[in-house]
């Protein structure tokens, strides 16, 4: 029997998947197996498996379900469920364990890095790494001891990762890091061992000033999220690469760029894109050399709801066009968590990767005019994406008529003119099988077509979502779209199943939240909790009509209400059903009242 916990909880005996698929059974035996050869008092297991209160047959019903896994324990002579007077105990060979596997690899990859043998090192620690499928645990309900656990392995995996990476650049493989370290500080924006890491794989390579780059962004994120200066040890590495530091590696003499730059910043167009075709070549048509009018560049808006879909169109759409701008493509996310990024700082950026020298304007406005110069005579592609306000998108907006402009927004930022603009809507329920189908198998789909509909209705035909649910599937060998259902239909651990590395649809949504007053949280949260107009949400919250109408009006602008006029000149209200599962805290939630 072979027990796998780093992902979806996998249980294999005799080639065979034997997981359990009820959910207590599950959270017991990962506990036993995480304390494999200990002793657990049967109060520390209902504890676990009844965090709130034990029902009056937690006692019986815990028997029930050690009965459950000395069932499982027989089909493999190693492995045993064993009762003492102080409680329960699961003994399985340490080998058979993937948190223990994972342990040991961490192990030998830490010596050999310590012994100086940075090959052996990577090699242990990416064969460690590599046994991750996805987050912990993610499909088991956890109590406090299995929280704790989860956590110990989150922090343990960013370390190995770490560790593996420091190996890698003592192998000289700076260029091949860049890409991922990039990855990983936008996943982990806080993590300082990272920014330092990438700013030392990059100074490797003769990118010096974005090195430089990346402490400055480290610098004012660690300012605004925590109120702190970064740590000596970046602030140590920052000062080396400003006087070119020997110790920190000459840069490769190939790497070092002289004169101007053509900078390619479009990621890899590796998503599944399905039911945009239509939307696609608006954009594509917007861009095209024919579409120029006017004496400034070629603008195209798309707007829509927090995962649906307009980054995977906006760049798509760049690729398919980033020929006809033989300068370069620029790009940058102007929000990070929910909040809108420094445009001074977008700014270095773009201005770096265009070849500009030392010294950089330290204004903003100054850098804007620095921008709009170089690109005025220029045929670039800017590609920005979840642009907050209409402020954002003007300063970095190339100002050239042979320039292109690709914005995308969960607003509609109606003072921006002179762009074409394009809505995406939720997918068609044709649209969103066919994606599930990319996703799970056309095999399966068609298999189970009714669950297969209720998951997309489920989703609310999400992109975000369905793409969760793939990775969902992958982690979780032998699911059924059934069970899936059954699992999507608790409302309550939605949002977590819909949770898979990048595709995290609830912090999509939430991300608008925070950006949002009292007054439009007690609104959001009384159409959340079934206000139908806006009348109702008066009555509800003792508001006047037009402070309501006016948070309303907020709400519909963050795609999070929809509203449409009634009759009577009542507004009525609706909300996407995945945006419904997202609480407005700490606000409570108001009592509704019929007006």
């Known amino acids: 029997m072979r027990i796998d916990m780093l992902g979806g909880l996998r249980v294999e005996s005799g080639g065979q998947v034997v997981t359990p698929t009820a959910p207590k059974v599950r959270t017991l035996l990962t506990l036993f197996t995480l304390h494999a050869g200990e002793v657990i008092p049967a109060k520390v297991l209902m504890r676990e498996l009844w965090p709130e209160r034990p029902p009056r047959s937690a006692q019986s019903t815990l028997q029930t379900y050690i009965c459950h896994l000395r069932r499982l324990a027989r089909t493999d002579t190693d492995v045993s469920v064993v009762t003492s007077s102080s409680g329960y105990s699961l003994h399985i060979p340490a080998g058979r364990v993937d948190t223990t596997r994972f342990e040991d690899l961490v192990g030998r990859g830490t010596r050999a890095l310590d012994d100086g043998v940075p090959e052996l090192a990577s090699t242990e620690l990416q064969h460690a790494l590599k046994l991750w499928r996805g987050p912990m645990l993610a499909d088991v309900p956890t109590g406090p001891m299995l929280d704790t656990h989860v956590l110990r392995f989150s922090e343990r995996k960013l370390h190995a990762l770490s560790m593996r990476i420091d190996a890698d650049l003592?192998?000289?493989?700076?260029?091949?890091?860049?890409?991922?370290?990039g990855a990983l500080i936008a996943e982990h924006p806080l993590h300082e061992g990272f920014h330092i890491q990438l700013m030392i794989a990059l100074f490797r390579t003769g990118r010096r000033s974005e090195a430089l780059a990346v402490f400055h962004r480290l610098r004012i994120t660690l300012a605004e999220h925590l109120g702190l200066d970064p740590s000596a040890e970046a602030e140590r590495v920052h000062q080396m690469i400003l006087m070119a530091d020997d110790e920190l590696g000459v840069p490769d003499s190939a790497a070092v760029q002289i004169g101007p730059r053509v900078p390619a910043h479009l990621p890899p167009d590796l998503g599944a894109l399905v039911g945009r075709t239509r939307e696609l070549d608006t954009v594509v048509r917007h861009l095209g050399i024919d579409a120029r009018v006017g004496s400034g560049p070629v603008a195209v808006l798309v707007t829509g709801m927090a995962g649906v879909g307009?980054?995977?169109?906006g760049l798509r759409a760049a690729h398919q066009v980033r020929g006809r701008y033989p300068d370069g493509q620029l790009v940058a996310e102007l929000r990070i968590g929910g909040r809108p990024v420094e445009t001074g700082m977008i700014l270095e950026g773009f201005l770096r990767a265009l070849g500009c020298t030392d010294p950089m304007p330290r204004s903003t406005a100054q850098r804007i005019n620095m921008f709009r110069s170089w690109t005025a005579a220029r045929s670039v592609l800017v590609v920005l994406d979840d642009a907050y306000s209409t402020e954002q998108v003007r300063a970095l907006s190339p100002t050239g008529s042979e320039s292109g402009l690709i914005v995308t927004s969960r607003r509609r930022l109606s003072e921006l003119g002179g762009v074409h603009r394009i809505n995406l809507e939720v997918l068609s329920v044709d649209s969103a099988l066919e994606l599930l189908a990319m996703l799970v198998g056309k095999a399966r789909v068609i298999a189970e077509e009714p669950a297969a509909r209720a998951v997309v209705q489920l989703c609310g035909g999400l992109p975000l979502a369905l793409t969760a649910v793939g990775a969902l599937w992958e982690n979780w060998p032998g699911l059924s779209l059934e069970y899936l259902t059954e699992l999507l239909a608790d409302e309550s651990n939605r949002l977590?199943?819909?949770?898979?590395?990048?595709?995290?649809?609830?912090?999509?949504?939430?991300?608008?939240?925070?950006?949002?007053?009292?007054?439009?949280?007690?609104?959001?949260e009384a159409v959340r909790?079934?206000?139908?107009?806006?009348?109702?949400?008066?009555?509800?919250?003792?508001?006047?009509?037009?402070?309501?109408?006016?948070?309303?009006?907020?709400?519909a602008n963050e795609q999070l209400v929809e509203c449409r006029y009634g009759g009577a000149g009542d507004l009525r209200l609706s909300m996407h059903p995945v945006v419904r599962l997202c609480v407005a805290q700490p606000h409570p939630r108001p009592r509704l009242e019929v007006c």
């Open 170 to 181: 003592r192998l000289a493989r700076h260029a091949s890091l860049i890409g991922e370290l």
């Open 496 to 524: 977590n199943l819909l949770r898979y590395g990048e595709s995290d649809v609830g912090a999509a949504i939430s991300a608008s939240l925070t950006m949002l007053g009292e007054t439009e949280l007690r609104v959001f």
């Open 529 to 555: 909790t079934g206000a139908r107009t806006a009348t109702t949400v008066c009555c509800a919250l003792q508001l006047p009509r037009r402070e309501t109408e006016a948070a309303i009006g907020r709400l």
């Open 310 to 313: 307009k980054t995977a169109v």
